[in-house]
């Protein structure tokens, strides 16, 4: 089975702060990607990655970063969170861009 | 612009009843149409579809893709109350996945 795993459930960080959300899936999947969940928004990908230190902008990468050094992790970087990245962040792999993508638990993010 | 929208927002039904879900989409090349079931967490993967006509079936869910109009349809028969969750469609264009809002269900005994 496909396991994605991320780093905090649940976070909590103030206006300004730098924040780092970690993504590691261990079944060599070339593809990864950053997502963020709202409600009545649903699912908008902020950033994807199809190889190493490869990262391409998805729909809302603005306040947003990424690095992928590493194969099987991928890392959100908020350079000054603000209240409005408050949201719940998925992380997702795929094997081949096309196939299904498997969904990390997800980080919940607060910034106050 | 790439759009998928999912039909009703919310359902509420009791065990045993049949439940249909819609998502009908508009997107440039189109790739393929993913049912993905959220509970607390993370998006488990339900069904790939490629294409039109092709019922994919597990257990009591089923789905099927009509290309031409451009929807597709999940069913859930014989609903149980572990059912209950957001039920998310999604369409593959050339390389990232555009999702829906998703459908919540609530399934009560």
């Given amino acids: 089975d496909v396991k994605v795993t991320q780093?905090?459930?649940?976070?909590?960080?103030?206006?300004?702060?730098?924040?780092?959300?970690?993504?590691?899936?261990?079944?060599?999947?070339e593809n990864m990607f950053w997502y963020r969940q709202?409600?009545?928004?649903?699912?908008?990908?902020?950033?994807?990655?199809?190889?190493?230190k490869m990262k391409e902008k998805g729909d809302i990468p603005e306040g947003y970063s990424v690095s992928r050094e590493k194969k099987e992790?991928?890392?959100l970087i908020l350079e000054s969170a603000s209240t409005n990245q408050t949201s719940m962040y998925l992380c997702a792999s795929s094997l081949v861009l096309g196939?299904?993508?498997?969904?990390?638990?997800?980080?919940?993010?607060?910034?106050? | 612009e790439d759009k998928v929208v999912q039909s009703p927002l919310s359902l509420v039904v009791h065990e045993g009843d049949t439940v249909t879900l819609n998502?009908?989409?508009?997107?440039?090349?189109?790739r393929s149409l993913l049912w993905y079931k959220q509970e607390k967490k993370a998006p488990t993967f339900l069904f790939m579809l490629?294409?039109?006509?092709?019922e994919k079936k597990s257990g009591r869910l089923s789905?099927?893709?009509?290309?031409?109009?451009?929807?597709s349809i999940l069913n859930i028969t014989a609903t149980q109350t572990g059912d209950s969750a957001v039920?998310?469609?999604?369409?593959h264009n050339t390389d990232k996945l555009i999702f829906g809002t998703g459908t919540r269900l609530q399934v009560f005994p």
């Fill in chain 1, 7 to 29: 780093s905090s459930r649940y976070l909590v960080k103030r206006t300004g702060e730098k924040v780092f959300l970690e993504c590691v899936q261990d079944m060599d999947h």
């Fill in chain 1, 73 to 75: 992790r991928f890392s």
């Fill in chain 2, 87 to 91: 039920y998310l469609c999604a369409v």
């Fill in chain 2, 50 to 54: 490629t294409s039109s006509g092709i």
């Fill in chain 2, 23 to 30: 998502c009908s989409y508009e997107v440039t090349n189109f």
């Fill in chain 2, 63 to 71: 789905s099927i893709l009509d290309k031409k109009e451009l929807f």
């Fill in chain 1, 38 to 52: 709202d409600p009545g928004l649903g699912l908008r990908l902020i950033y994807f990655s199809y190889d190493v």
């Fill in chain 1, 99 to 112: 196939a299904e993508q498997y969904f990390g638990p997800g980080t919940r993010l607060t910034v106050t």
